[in-house]
């Protein structure tokens, strides 16, 4: 991976044009947009801004020198949620702006009036329990349509949402309401997944328990089955009527007024909180949605992540209603209660675009391509990928049996601390390679860079840095306090990322760079294909392996469903690849054992085969579907697996370290 023989990244594959019916209807089709951003830096990035409607517009669109602090729009002023359901009514005010899907085959919509006058009737309740402008109010809720609704109402006033994820344990709640010295806590009694009801309220209680600050708690009667609510609790449904036709004026911002805290999905140690801004982040994911995921006002978009991560906050809630779109909240699982429901939802809604992960993807995969066969999918016409690598027989599955094989795909790369998205092809203007993202988006500046921070030649894998601030970027970043100032690198302090921890010394002396932390290798064109995390890599007698290099092989491998590679200490080598893989159901074993390590051989060279491969049913994976390689490489080395708090399925721990060291 080093570029030392062995392990190059296969370039240089397919280019796909966009569709030219793509290309005629779609928002950005000018290929000139790459050339006018990066002559009118950081000028462009006025295109962004414009999409929102300010109350004080602002003149300048970037304040600031080579390195912190970094002001985007810095005399605008505005409100979030103005900007998401206000100004759209004039023109759409009977159009819908949520669709919810529960998961007992339930459904809601709201149109832009009808959201228009929830949010402000809960925005005017909570502001009569004393919420205020900066005031944190943490909510954890599962998938429903009052998740946005509070996420705006808490905007209107200014104060700084911080939803936690419905399915974390009532410790993580408390841990990140703690952090975040949120008095506020908006929950509900329970929900259903999987036909399983999830007492919320009990674990929303004892993470009150365990706070010594006292909060006041809303709980949402969902289930509708009547909720005990002791001292300092109060029932969102009195709440609201009681507030019944309320209208609370928004509150002006200053763009960089945090909107929102939220925490990383937490595959690496400690979860860590990120703020992000009102008008830089609003901006960058309105302009984001529009240009990547094409989305107009006539269109209805799904993205199937939860709120609860970025993704959700990005593009179900806040791209899409800025941009006056029909956006859909699914509240149910893929599977249940059978492997069609997602496809029967596009099929119900008539979905435009359709924006999802690579590991639903292959979970579509091996449930087979009957499912979607079944629905009319003909209304799709983007389909959209994040949260890892797409490797190529997924990304073409996608296409194929999803996008009828006319769609565009984009794979999106960004992160929790990007805001938005950073790294993609603009459908109506790139070709497609499987395999690779594509280039940085207009605008955004990135290199691959060596371990000593200099360029790597085209074909050379190395890590990405950012090398320009962008609108989207997290309030301590931009202030230089919790991320070292000139590295850009996170630093103990930040692992809550306050915005007022200390600003750190960094010992660089170079220009200021953002550093995701990701491996990528750029083609002759400047696409980059992800190679995983860098701390993810794997060195074997002195040579790097990436993670995601060496799983797109073994997925290849026919029988394979999944697969994550982690490394073992070697005495020899130094590291020994450990390759977890769950087989397709009824896939010989010992066969199955030897193609992939001659595939491995083939692709890569022998000293990449794996000393072990481990079957398993299942890898273990966060609750957003992330594998957890650190659990997996603490299990191959035999060592203590620290916080798993994040993990989905903890029971397949043990049945892991059995297989692995009785191998
Ligand atoms: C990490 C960020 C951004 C929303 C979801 C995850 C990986 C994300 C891609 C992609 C390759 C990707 C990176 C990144 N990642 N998108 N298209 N190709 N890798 O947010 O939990 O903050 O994770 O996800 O490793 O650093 P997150």
């Not at 392990?7 to 044009?17: F, M, S, V």
């Not at 200099?454 to 990405?464: C, F, M």
């Not at 193609?595 to 890898?619: K, N, Q, S, W």
Request: glycine share 10%; charged share 25%; with cysteine.
């Amino acid at each position: 991976m080093t570029g030392e023989g062995s392990g190059r990244p296969r370039l240089g594959g397919e280019r796909i044009p966009p569709p030219e019916w793509f290309r005629r209807q779609a928002t950005v089709s000018d290929p000139d947009v790459y050339d006018a951003f990066e002559s009118e830096w950081p000028d462009c990035w006025r295109r962004a801004g414009d999409l929102l409607s300010w109350d004080d517009d602002p003149e300048t669109v970037f304040r600031g020198g080579e390195t912190p602090p970094f002001e985007w729009f810095p005399d605008g002023r505005l409100n979030a949620s103005y900007n998401c359901v206000d100004r759209h009514l004039d023109e759409r005010k009977n159009q819908r702006a949520l669709v919810w899907e529960g998961p007992l085959g339930d459904s809601r919509s709201y149109t832009y009036l009808e959201l228009h006058r929830e949010v402000n009737e809960f925005a005017a309740a909570l502001r009569d329990l004393g919420v205020g402008e900066d005031d944190v109010v943490t909510l954890y809720l599962p998938m429903v349509p009052e998740l946005p609704v509070a996420m705006l109402a808490c905007a209107r006033l200014g104060a700084i949402h911080n939803v936690v994820f419905a399915g974390f344990s009532a410790d993580a709640l408390a841990e990140r309401m703690a952090r975040a010295d949120s008095a506020y806590l908006v929950t509900c009694d329970g929900y259903y997944r999987r036909g399983d009801a999830i007492a919320q309220k009990n674990k929303a209680d004892n993470a009150r328990l365990a706070l010594d600050h006292d909060v006041e708690v809303v709980v949402l009667d969902h289930l509708g089955q009547g909720v005990h609510l002791g001292p300092g609790y109060h029932d969102y449904g009195d709440l609201v009527a009681d507030h019944a036709g309320a209208e609370v004026d928004p509150v002006a911002r200053d763009a960089a007024d945090s909107l929102f805290r939220i925490y990383t999905s937490g595959t690496t140690g400690e979860p860590r909180g990120v703020t992000h801004t009102t008008g830089g982040y609003l901006a960058h994911v309105a302009w984001t949605a529009r240009s990547v995921l094409d989305i107009r006002p006539e269109d209805t978009h799904w993205c199937s992540a939860d709120i609860g991560w970025i993704t959700g906050h990005s593009y179900i809630v806040y791209g899409p209603l800025a941009l006056g779109t029909t956006t859909v909240l699914y509240g149910g699982t893929a599977d249940h209660p059978e492997k069609d429901r997602l496809w029967k939802l596009v099929d119900r809604h008539a979905v435009d675009v359709f924006y999802t992960a690579p590991t639903a993807i292959r979970a579509f995969m091996k449930w087979g391509k009957e499912h979607p066969a079944r629905h009319d999918l003909s209304s799709l016409r983007l389909l959209g990928t994040v949260g890892e690598p797409i490797d190529e027989p997924t990304w073409r599955w996608y296409r194929e049996h999803i996008g009828g094989g006319e769609c565009p795909v984009v794979d999106t790369w960004w992160q929790t601390e990007t805001g938005a998205i950073l790294v993609s092809t603009l459908p109506g203007v790139d070709p497609m390679k499987p395999g690779s993202a594509g280039r940085p988006l207009p605008g955004i500046g990135a290199a691959v860079v060596d371990a000593g921070g200099e360029p790597v030649d085209p074909g050379e894998s190395g890590e990405l840095v950012l090398t320009r601030p962008w609108p989207g970027m997290p309030r301590a970043l931009a202030n230089g306090t919790g991320w070292g100032a000139r590295d850009g690198r996170r630093t103990a302090a930040d692992a809550d990322s306050s915005d007022s921890v200390a600003p750190s010394e960094s010992p660089d002396a170079g220009p200021w760079r953002y550093h995701p932390e990701d491996g990528a290798v750029a083609d002759a064109e400047g696409y980059l294909t992800f190679l995983g995390r860098i701390d993810e890599a794997v060195n074997v007698a002195g040579r790097r392996f990436s993670t995601m290099e060496l799983e797109s092989t073994i997925v290849g491998v026919e029988g394979v469903a999944e697969a994550a590679v982690v490394g073992a200490d070697d005495e020899s080598t130094g590291t020994a690849i450990y390759a977890y893989v769950a087989p397709e159901r009824d896939a010989p074993e010992a066969d199955l054992r030897q193609r992939i390590r001659d595939a491995v051989e083939d692709a890569i060279g022998a000293v990449a085969i794996p000393a072990a491969v481990v079957f398993t049913p299942d890898l273990p994976k966060t609750r957003s579907g992330k594998v957890m390689r650190r659990l997996l490489r603490a299990v191959a080395n035999d060592e203590d697996l620290g916080d798993t708090s994040a993990l989905r399925n903890p029971e397949i721990l043990g049945e892991l370290r059995s297989r692995t060291h009785d191998k």
